[in-house]
């Protein structure tokens, strides 16, 4: 139970941020054009909100409001006077607009005045159009205001990964000095890779950059070249791996996620006492065969001694004597879990060459961009295969989204899956559907390219038919998350 919390919190934090932004883009733009901004809310707030305030007016929540000393009784009409074709006289760039939190974590919002959105005021539009809306102004502005959550999301993501890699650098593994080459879950195996395969190209693209980027390309690719027993071959990957892929890591028994690197055994820890204690294990010792049977690799070494519950093994070791290594064979007595009592080293860099990239204030921001480039065509590329009969049965809804935060709470972490759902965000939004910001800038386009503007009535049916769409993918994709929790 603790473990869901730190996940729905980080999840609510994550969805917090990421709204501030994308609708703080969309009001500066607004104020900047000199259009007024009626609310300007995090999450949704039907009926009633959580908390609401009006710099100068009142402050208030849960239905309730008290006037603050000095608030004008006619804030409306004041406000009205105070704008004169979009130029302030007396109120200042942020007193015109009503901050609030609402009580549903879906999104957010800010109501923009004379301007079509979620909050259907029909009302406001049958009167004749005012200076200060956004009606009013010409389609160059409104288009800005639109475009604009989406560019602060990208900007954010881009602040965040530049951060990132500012205050911890780069240190990685590259795939090509993994010597000892890569093992693969069973998912990647039945695609064809074979444990000890080395990626060299996907789609004709050398792999040689970071390993998370590396492994997004392999993925996506139709095709992946690999150094194997000396020479290339060429994998041909089937259309449903990503989706393959994914269902193995929901599965109990995952032990890998595609491909791990391919690193020996080595003992790193010896529990007094237990099993390998007793046989004369000890730290740095690495492990070559079990019962003499090879174990190559780390995975394999795992493998291989599953089923061996209370039984004693043979545990062939090298270990260091000075210049040379000498090869020792232990009886080792096993647990009921198979388990002897060790500790064994997972860092590749143990073992090969690490890379290691630091950044500076200036450096750091074009490795941003890079990494929210990167993020967003990958996400483009996927979005692909949710339109396929497997990618409508990966879609996921807040469950989906809140698994993907680690147990325990890691900041690192956390920034870097947030800068990834706001490349998400941003993309979403600026699909051609009505409702999104992406159906808006649509008309605007209309407008521009045959110089009318499409009629209220239209705008409002547009509107009406988004928000049905984006309510049934909301239930469909929360649904996909019970289903899934019920029926694993």
């Excluded at 990647?188 to 040689?208: H, I, S, T, W, Y």
């Excluded at 392999?218 to 071959?233: I, P, W, Y």
């Excluded at 007094?272 to 046989?279: L, T």
Aim: with cysteine; aromatic share 12%; net charge negative.
């Amino acid at each position: 139970m603790e473990t869901f919390w730190i996940k729905a919190a980080q999840l609510v934090l994550a969805l917090a941020i990421l709204i501030i932004i994308h609708e703080f883009g969309h009001f500066l733009f607004a104020r900047l054009f000199g259009i007024r901004v009626e609310k300007f809310y995090i999450f949704f707030d039907p009926w009633k909100e959580l908390f609401k305030w009006k710099p100068g007016k009142y402050i208030g929540g849960l239905g309730k409001q008290k006037n603050l000393p000095g608030a004008s009784e006619d804030n409306e009409s004041q406000e009205a006077d105070n704008l004169d074709g979009g130029k302030k006289k007396k109120s200042g760039f942020w007193n015109d607009t009503e901050y609030g939190i609402g009580w549903v974590p879906l999104g957010g919002y800010c109501k923009i005045s004379g301007m079509i959105d979620e909050s259907m005021d029909t009302e406001q539009m049958k009167q004749p159009a005012k200076p200060y809306e956004f009606r009013s102004k010409p389609a160059w502005q409104r288009l800005l205001v639109m475009i604009a959550g989406v560019l602060f999301n990208f900007l954010l993501a881009i602040i965040i990964y530049a951060g990132i890699v500012y205050a911890t650098g780069e240190k990685y593994v590259a795939l090509s000095d993994a010597r000892m080459g890569l093992d693969y879950s069973q998912a990647a195996q039945n695609a064809g890779f074979r444990n000890g395969d080395m990626p060299v190209k996907a789609d004709g693209e050398a792999l040689d950059g970071l390993p998370t980027e590396d492994r997004l390309k392999m993925m996506q690719a139709k095709e992946v070249t690999v150094l194997r027993d000396g020479k290339e071959v060429t994998l041909e990957i089937p259309e449903n791996f990503i989706f393959d892929l994914d269902k193995e890591m929901k599965s109990e028994n995952a032990t890998i996620n595609f491909f791990t690197y391919r690193i020996p055994t080595r003992i790193t820890q010896v529990m007094p006492g237990e099993g390998a204690a007793k046989a004369g294990v000890k730290e740095k010792d690495e492990v070559i065969a079990i019962n003499g049977t090879p174990t190559a690799s780390l995975t394999e070494f795992l493998s291989t001694l599953e089923g061996h519950g209370n039984e004693t093994i043979d545990l062939t070791v090298v270990r260091a004597n000075g210049s040379a290594n000498d090869t020792i064979t232990l009886p080792v007595q096993l647990s009921d879990n198979s388990k002897m009592g060790v500790g064994l080293e997972v860092d590749p860099s143990a073992f090969f060459n690490v890379k290691e990239k630091k950044y500076n204030l200036f450096t750091s921001v074009p490795r941003g961009v890079e990494m929210g480039v990167d993020r967003l065509t990958s996400y483009v590329k996927s979005m692909k295969l949710v339109f396929t009969k497997e990618g409508a049965k990966s879609v996921g809804g807040f469950g989906a989204i809140g698994s993907i935060f680690p147990e325990s709470w890691d900041w690192i972490a956390f920034w870097n899956i947030a800068a990834f759902l706001s490349v998400a965000l941003a993309f979403m939004n600026i699909l051609p559907i009505p409702a999104l910001d992406g159906g808006h800038v649509l008309f605007l386009l209309y407008e521009v390219i045959f110089r009318r503007k499409p009629s209220d009535k239209f705008l409002e049916y547009a509107q009406m038919t988004g928000m049905v769409l984006l309510i049934a993918l909301l239930i469909y994709a929360n649904g996909m998350d019970i289903v899934r929790f019920f029926f694993k």
